[in-house]
């Protein structure tokens, strides 16, 4: 075998090889099956893993905005005319949280934690200052207080004159501070002398400031990764019992701050809220990309709020079969100690027409109003977040409180939230780098597959030369000069000299010479 052949036998050899392992390989997915085996490894909740302490500590900034419905009417709303309102705000609020008391639990299959959340004002995001702006709106602890007598006369009546004497309205002026930190309230505090489960300070953020709300145990992700983050239990328990059937009560998916990786798609993701007392869910709405970081987009679609009647599986939201609103709203008075709190969407966004045409100056807009979380599906990192929710009080005319007599039933805005966070750059950076490996991983078979591609494009020049240089050889004739005009047999053979022709040591020499004419 000449070295040539040896070259051809080798290159063909590597570039079988190669071809048939890359091409395997990438067909198998091995590398990325080991890409991802070695994610859910990584990402869970256990000291010293990639995510521990962002968990406990997250890095970027959350901001929280505060909107208020001003009522410019009021004279006319207690006359029974339709309310006009308009937004206030933002008034912006730097939010600090984190996790206190964290402790592993079931042998480190679980993980157990607080989630304490501060406020700090920045002046610079919003539009005045709080502890001077007013707000003409519905007076929550009145309506909280009126809707406990309701059904009776005599008792709406004492209430009525309570009231009155001690200058309570169904609407009132409260600073910005005053009504989302609290006020002491007049009524309530009447009430709680009586009452010791009433607080007589009010405040739509009250006792929210450097608190928690409860207990929360985790799923770490240990022994499934599709349990990252994942709730088991809120304040001792699995399920609420705030609702009417046992889905309804069900505590859900995570508390918004961790999702499994590897998400798809067609996966609904849910969110246990506590400040809805139960859980929502949100489906893949589009692909957006962040400070260079691929996501998908994730938002609550219409059936999370809608009616029993468009979605039968809401039904057990309803308090009582007569207590059942529209598309678009939940009431949440079983955990809001019966106050006729109604939670929604901004501007009333994604609900039935009738609540935006009951109230002037609602304009409900996706842009603005849409509840949405971008994650990166790879890893779960949730790279930009915007919480918004509407509180409302559903306001009715109750006979005996003379200053209800008028009033239509309403389901009056009082203020919505904005909870957004975007990823930092720092984190972004960290994550670009985890996304190019996880990337690059599972494409290794392409490389293979491409050197032997190379190798296969060498196979191919050297079978040319070769094929080339064996025709060559084959064409190898002995023919005279193309310019010789001699026929062959004008070729005759005769020994060069006589000494020559009796040499018997070196041979006879043999020379080419014409042939003689023959003479006749």
């Not at 260079?292 to 994730?298: D, E, I, S």
């Not at 994604?350 to 599906?377: C, K, S």
Request: hydrophobic share 40%; with cysteine; charged share 20%.
């Amino acid at each position: 075998m000449t070295r040539r052949s040896c070259a051809i036998y080798a290159v063909g050899t590597v570039c079988a090889t190669l071809l048939i392992l890359g091409i395997g390989l990438y067909a198998a997915q091995v590398f990325r099956t080991l890409m991802h085996n070695r994610l859910k490894k990584e990402i869970v909740l256990v000291e010293g893993s990639r995510v521990f302490e962002s968990w406990k500590t997250p890095p970027p900034p959350v901001f929280m905005e505060f909107f208020f419905f001003n009522i410019t009417n009021l004279d006319q709303v207690l006359a029974g005319e339709k309310p006009e309102v308009q937004q206030v705000g933002p008034y912006t609020y730097r939010e600090y949280r984190y996790k206190d008391n964290v402790s592993m639990v079931e042998n480190g299959q679980k993980v157990s934690a607080y989630t304490v959340k501060s406020f700090v004002f920045l002046r610079e995001k919003s539009v005045g200052d709080p502890s001077e702006d007013t707000i003409v709106t519905v007076n929550i602890p009145a309506w909280a207080v009126m809707s406990t007598v309701k059904s009776s006369f005599f008792k709406a009546s004492g209430l009525g004159f309570m009231m009155a004497g001690l200058g309570s309205q169904p609407f009132t002026t409260l600073t910005v501070n005053d009504l989302l930190w609290g006020y002491l309230d007049p009524l309530l505090s009447k009430v709680a002398v009586t009452k010791a489960d009433v607080e007589p300070v009010f405040g739509l953020m009250h006792k929210k400031n450097g608190s928690h709300s409860g207990e929360f145990v985790y799923h770490t992700g240990m022994q499934n990764y599709m349990d990252y983050g994942r709730i088991a239990t809120w304040k001792g328990e699995s399920q609420v019992t705030f609702w009417t059937s046992n889905q309804s009560n069900s505590i859900n998916g995570s508390d918004g701050s961790a999702f499994h990786p590897l998400i798809e798609k067609n996966e609904r993701l849910y969110v246990f809220t506590p400040d809805l007392c139960r859980s929502i869910y949100m489906e893949f709405e589009k692909e957006v990309e962040v400070r260079g970081v691929p996501a998908y987009r994730f938002t609550p679609p219409r059936s999370v709020l809608a009616s029993k009647e468009e979605n039968p599986a809401n039904e057990g939201f309803c308090i009582t079969p007569t207590e059942c609103l529209g598309t678009g709203l939940l009431k949440v008075s079983p955990c809001r100690k019966g106050a006729p709190v109604v939670a929604s969407f901004p501007h009333f966004y994604l609900a039935d027409d009738r609540y935006v045409e009951a109230i002037g100056g609602m304009a409900p807009q996706r842009e603005h109003h849409q509840t949405f979380i971008d994650i990166n599906p790879t890893t779960g990192v949730i790279v930009r977040a915007n919480k918004r929710a509407q509180v409302n009080v559903l306001i009715e005319k109750i006979s005996g409180i003379p200053s209800t007599r008028y009033l239509k039933e309403t389901v009056f805005p009082v203020m919505f939230i904005n909870e957004s966070v975007v990823i930092d750059e720092a984190s972004a950076a960290r994550v670009q780098k985890l996304l190019k490996i996880a990337d690059l991983v599972p494409n290794l078979p392409l490389i293979l597959v491409g050197l032997g591609a190379i190798m296969l494009a060498v196979l191919i020049v050297l079978l040319v030369r070769a094929r080339k240089e064996k025709n060559e050889a084959k064409r190898v004739v002995f023919t005279k000069p193309i310019y010789s005009t001699k026929s062959e047999d004008n070729t005759s053979y005769s020994p060069v000299t006589d000494k020559e022709k009796d040499d018997g040591q070196n041979g006879t020499y043999i020379g080419l010479a014409e042939k003689a004419d023959v003479q006749t």
